[in-house]
């Protein structure tokens, strides 16, 4: 069945070329950091976390979003979601392996990611993590897999899969609260230190994850003639839009508490991230543009996104889809992560601007996840081809 990923037309292989190239470069630039050291990041003794942990944060909502999909279509037989379930299955493997090649740049050495198996660490967050994260990617492999060979083969899947996949449906939440739990259990940091954190980390994964998808489908509609279905897209446009007011109506809560209540440690963040800190020339800033930007993306994409389901255009869908998408990445990408750095405990500002090296690498790995998705969807769309002719 793999060699299905081996034919395809021009556009298609000069899709991957370009990959490929960003790959090259970013290897180039992680060739650097592995020499000299992370030093040479734009990451600091007061920002620990950067560019790649920001990333991961977004990328594991990402991948926990397939469970729109998975749910409805297995659980409670929604037929609908039959052509668009295992593209969001395919797409948690490569958010989740993103995930990991962001953790293992962030560690400097790669090697440094076996102390996590050889000397485990049950009471840390960290060992969780390592445990739900690559338990999520073996289950998505297994279950997508399988699926998609059982079809391919004209056969239904084995019934030894279905536990994994009833399994997969908690383990996309357990992704997502762990990961959470890795930012509010630490005292030091106001910011994160809220039980909403998990809830808001969800239901912006319900709204992101769909959303990616959508813009996906519509993309494989124009140059693959691949439809998903009218209903399958009404529908996830009700997921996406309900999910993306949940994940707003949480970010509210937030401002609520923190103002109302005059907690310093989070009205502080919120000024620095809206507003900037400081007085004169001395103002800190360097996000409110990105954060301003994201409240305004984020409600434009939430009208246009009903407003397209009213009016039955795949444009303002994309587009609405788009606004959402960074919309979130924005929000959770770099607000929560980089922000919740500022102030330090010590009351100090130091702002985070990553290097060009960070950046080679982090382009270097969203290339390599579209890479897996390209090669894995050629293989969806082959098959579904094969199977319904």
Request: hydrophobic residues 55%.
């Amino acid at each position: 069945m793999i060699e299905k990923a081996l034919k395809g037309n021009k556009g298609y292989w000069a899709w991957l070329m370009f990959l490929l190239a960003i790959m090259g470069v970013g290897g180039m630039c992680y060739a650097q950091q592995f020499n000299y050291g992370l030093g040479i990041t734009g990451m600091s003794r007061d920002v620990t976390w950067g560019l790649y942990i920001s990333q991961f944060t977004f990328l594991v909502g990402v991948a926990a979003g397939g469970l729109m999909l998975v749910l409805p279509y297995y659980v409670h037989n929604y037929k609908a979601f039959g052509r668009i379930t295992i593209l969001g299955e395919f797409m948690a493997i490569a958010a989740v392996a993103m995930c990991l090649m962001f953790i293992i740049a962030d560690l400097g050495q790669p090697m440094r990611a076996m102390n996590v198996m050889l000397h485990p660490t049950p009471n840390s967050m960290l060992f969780w993590d390592m445990i739900v994260l690559n338990g999520y990617l073996f289950l998505n492999i297994i279950c997508g897999w399988q699926v998609l060979h059982a079809e391919y083969k004209g056969i239904k899947y084995p019934k030894w899969v279905k536990p994994f996949i009833y399994l997969s449906i908690p383990w996309a939440i357990s992704i997502h609260t762990v990961t959470a739990f890795l930012y509010c259990g630490l005292p030091g940091r106001h910011f994160w230190l809220t039980a909403v954190l998990a809830p808001r980390f969800l239901a912006s994964a319900f709204a992101a994850g769909p959303a990616l998808l959508m813009v996906i489908a519509l993309i494989m509609k124009k140059v693959a003639n691949f439809d998903v279905g009218q209903e399958a897209k009404d529908k996830l446009v009700t997921i996406i839009g309900y999910a993306a007011l949940v994940n707003f109506f949480l970010l509210g809560c937030e401002v609520f508490v923190g103002y109302y209540s005059n907690i310093p440690g989070h009205m502080h963040t919120l000024d620095y991230l809206f507003f900037g800190l400081g007085h004169g020339d001395h103002v800190f800033n360097n996000l409110v543009p990105f954060m301003r930007a994201s409240v305004v993306m984020g409600v434009i994409g939430i009208i246009t996104l009903f407003l397209s389901r009213v009016k039955k255009c795949d444009g303002m869908l994309a587009i609405a889809c788009i606004l959402i998408f960074i919309s979130l990445w924005i929000d959770k990408g770099l607000g929560l992560v980089l922000g919740g750095f500022v102030p330090t405990p010590l009351e100090y500002v130091v702002e985070y601007v990553p290097s060009a090296v960070e950046l080679g690498i982090t382009a270097a790995v969203w290339a390599t996840g579209f890479f897996i998705l390209t090669i894995l969807y050629k293989l969806v769309v082959s098959v579904k081809r094969v199977s319904e002719s």
